[in-house]
């Protein structure tokens, strides 16, 4: 579920046109919504489309004035544009910027789903998105759609090979009735990921860390006993001990290098004498080598040793020191300092994963999930039952896609095979199985979404945490995706990404 939900939006970057003609971008996403709203009915397919882009350019703006993390696997966060120098959010800014994402794609379904939406194409110069990230309303140098979302499906950003190019710019493609299923689906696995972060809600928990983390700006002081000359004066002396012993550690291993290769020598000559005299005579000459480059490693190693017990006494001489003005008192403190704000996204996200859930934005969650499912069987039954050959996004067996994808014979069943697998479990068909709990039991996940309650991470681990959701019976397996795996040449995720 993750890659493709990281991915969502980058698929979605090359709907934005209608049929017999290019989609005018010129003037941004909003302005081609107000074009295409003078007749929703006959644009409805190209509408909903753009309504899902023109969210995702809605979540860039808002990201674009913080400083955001991008560490979380998410939609819209894994596209933050950067933001260093600039303020950090509030403790409320993730849950906020997925509620709003929620009601644009609620929009953009509305428009989806009118009668005929599935009759209707267009097409796109995938070189014509752009996203105003900076709301001016000017395409500005890092606003374009492929460069904004092509990292996303793979590092550099090179996403397709198109003809043996990498430069997508000029390719255009078709979208069709069975595209609009495929952008259906995909809309409901995005609102499923904007349902559960508002699920749990990481807000209260986001606030109590910045309350806590403002006792840290007027801390108490203690008294410094120690002359600040003094301890500057011991560690100078004590990291001229480490030159010194780090000169000797390269003198050693200087010298060794001969004398390992004299023995690598005299070794060769060895295995290679004929007689029993001349090989005895060889390694009394290769014992005392030996013996001499051993010595020499374990004055090195006792030297290296010496090395390490000065660096815990060089830091706690430091840990005496105030901070320089830089901040920096050396040791693990200064090592780590960069590291605060990824260890607050992890204590925020893991906390958030442990309180009690919203039961009603879960159930949501569940029903966009099912609803993905759904219109991702009626996304290959018509995929299946077109006859065209024109420019495809995702080609049936018979087709060609402009984008250079070939999907191996019974793609389609494979993964509709997946799919039901996670019906099964959000159904309770299937359990979850889990290594600690007794054979033929697992996790009724139904259960859990019917009655959900706060689950501990240890509780988790270990399992008890979920007893109260465990039952006998038939359990979801691994061997369907494997097989879908092995299907696509171990490219499950990259096709999970493309198939939803």
Known sequence: MRFHLWGAATCLAILAGQAGHAADLTQGLAARIATLEQDPAQNAFELGAMRVLRGVETGLQTMNAVQVETLVPLPLLRLAPGGAGKPPPQPGFVNALFSRFATDLDTARADLTRPGAEEQSFTLRLG????????????????????????????????????????????????????????????????????????????????????????????????????????????????????????????????????????????????????????????????????????????????????????????????????????????????????????????????????????????????????????????WQRLEAETDDDREWVPASQQTSALGITLPEGTGAAWLRVLEDASAVLDGQLLVMHPLMPPDSGIDVSAYFDDPVAIDLLGAIHGVAFYRYAKQGPRMSASNWDRFTQLVGGRGFAFALLLN
């Open 128 to 379: 014509d998105l752009w996203f105003d990230v900076d709301g001016n309303g000017a395409q500005d140098p890092g606003e374009d759609g492929v460069q904004i979302l092509g990292p996303l499906f793979v590092p550099g950003g090179r996403m397709i090979t198109v003809d043996g190019r990498t430069d997508l710019a000029d390719v255009v493609v078709r979208f069709d009735a069975a595209d609009q299923a495929w952008l259906l689906a995909y809309t409901h696995a995005l609102s499923a990921t904007a349902e559960l972060v508002q699920a749990f809600d990481a807000t209260r928990i986001a606030e109590d860390l910045a309350q806590s983390r403002a006792l840290l700006d007027n801390l108490p002081s203690l008294p410094y006993p120690y002359p600040p000359e003094e301890v500057r004066a011991n560690v100078k002396a004590l990291i001229a001990q480490q030159a010194v012993l780090r000169d000797k550690v390269n003198a050693l291993y200087a010298e060794m290098g001969p004398l390992q290769d004299e023995a690598a020598k005299v070794q060769a000559q060895r295995d290679a004498a004929s007689d029993d005299a001349t090989r005895q005579a060889l390694q009394v000459q290769l014992d005392a080598l030996y013996t001499q480059i051993d010595e020499m490693g374990a004055r090195a190693s006792d030297a290296q040793m010496q090395q390490m017990a000065l660096d815990s006494e060089i830091e706690g001489w430091l840990a005496k020191l105030p901070s320089a003005p830089d901040g920096d008192s050396g040791g693990l403190q200064a090592e780590l300092a960069g590291w605060e704000p990824t260890a607050a996204m992890i204590y925020v996200v893991l906390t958030a994963l442990q309180q009690q859930p919203d039961k009603q934005h879960l159930t949501a969650a569940r029903d966009h999930w099912r609803a993905m499912v759904a219109a991702n069987r009626d996304f």
